[in-house]
């Protein structure tokens, strides 16, 4: 077990100093039990109150039961709308998506959830007057996009269906903002590194992975080069850029889409910030097929914008988060029920 002495440090708080506008009064979170869901659920519930927000999703949420959760398919306009009216919703954040690696073994399926989905939510907020959040994600980036302080503007020629369909979501929602008013808000998320979600073999996974490993086996073979270098953000820091731009004064956006980071690093620089806890800690690397799509990425973002216009900051950097990350799976891997989950599967 890591020695909590020699990890312990003061939290930055995971939201401080939201835009002092109202926010929702009540929210419809669709896609909640994901990977970003699972944990804005309660976040937003604890800002807003446990009744105003309401989740949903194909599938329950595990653990404790949720008395505020509804069964909804977001391909289903009909019954989105019965959802919409039936809690008076007046906000949706619109988290459902099938992200990339299930998107490319499945792109029939991920075309239709990604793409009519997001056209359901926009039709309904035009007839209902809603607000709309709905993220996006670097993968709308390709190969012919500036891969250095990539900026707001730019080539958008993903090679993913994944990232073809968040271009979609991100210039359908400015449509639906042109032309019939919705106010539509977006950020491009980086990678998401969380302590709550386990890895799903995604690109930007590895560093969620190398954590896990670190604790148990004291080493990590990587699936990225050591200099491959990406966009990255701590889960405490998403959720904060989340709640700061739904909370944003209108009159303060000059766009709808905006790039959000907090460090970009590499395999290498974050085993090396390991290192500095875990001195004993070794990784190597053998790169696979995850290492060519990451190097149609952005290896930086240039988020100016954000920061400008709704006082985006992010609170952790590289150490910090190495830090957390340890202390907080350290604990989670020590309880009984994680130790009979590991001998059981």
Request: aromatic share 8%.
């Amino acid at each position: 077990m890591i020695s909590a002495t020699r990890l312990q440090r003061v939290a930055r708080p995971a939201a401080r100093a939201l835009s002092q506008s109202a926010g929702p009064s009540r929210v419809l979170v669709t896609g909640g039990t994901g990977q970003i869901g699972m944990e804005l659920v309660p976040f937003m519930r604890q800002l807003f109150g446990a009744d105003a927000v309401v989740n949903s999703d194909i599938k329950a949420p595990s653990g404790a039961r949720d008395g505020n959760f509804v069964y909804c398919d977001v391909q289903d306009r009909d019954n989105l709308a019965r959802i919409v009216t039936e809690h008076g919703v007046d906000t949706i954040v619109h988290m459902a998506s099938l992200l990339s690696a299930v998107g490319e073994a499945n792109p029939t399926l991920a075309l239709s959830v990604n793409t009519r989905g997001i056209q359901n939510v926009l039709e309904l907020a035009k007839q209902y007057q809603l607000r709309v959040f709905a993220p996006s994600t670097i993968a709308v980036f390709g190969p012919t996009t500036p891969q250095d302080e990539t900026p707001d503007s730019t080539i958008m020629r993903p090679t993913t269906m994944y990232g073809l369909t968040k271009v979609h979501v991100e210039l359908l929602g400015e449509y639906y903002y042109n032309k019939f008013g919705v106010d539509f808000r977006s950020v491009r998320y980086p990678g998401v590194i969380s302590s709550e979600a386990l890895p799903g073999g995604g690109t930007t996974d590895y560093a969620v992975e190398i954590f896990y490993d670190a604790l148990k086996h004291g080493k990590y073979t990587c699936f990225l080069q050591p200099d491959a270098k990406l966009p990255m953000m701590y889960m405490p820091d998403c959720l904060k850029a989340t709640l700061g731009l739904i909370n944003a004064r209108n009159d303060c956006l000059t766009q709808r889409t905006y790039n959000i980071t907090a460090v970009s690093f590499t395999p290498e620089e974050i085993a090396a910030s390991i290192k500095k806890v875990m001195p004993s800690f070794e990784c190597d690397y053998k790169p696979d097929f995850r290492q060519q799509i990451a190097e149609t990425w952005p290896r930086s973002l240039d988020d100016s914008i954000a920061r400008r216009d709704w006082n985006w900051q992010h609170d952790f950097d590289l150490d910090s988060m190495v830090e957390d990350m340890l202390v907080k799976l350290d604990a989670k891997l020590s309880k009984p029920e994680a130790a009979a989950h590991e001998e059981t599967a």
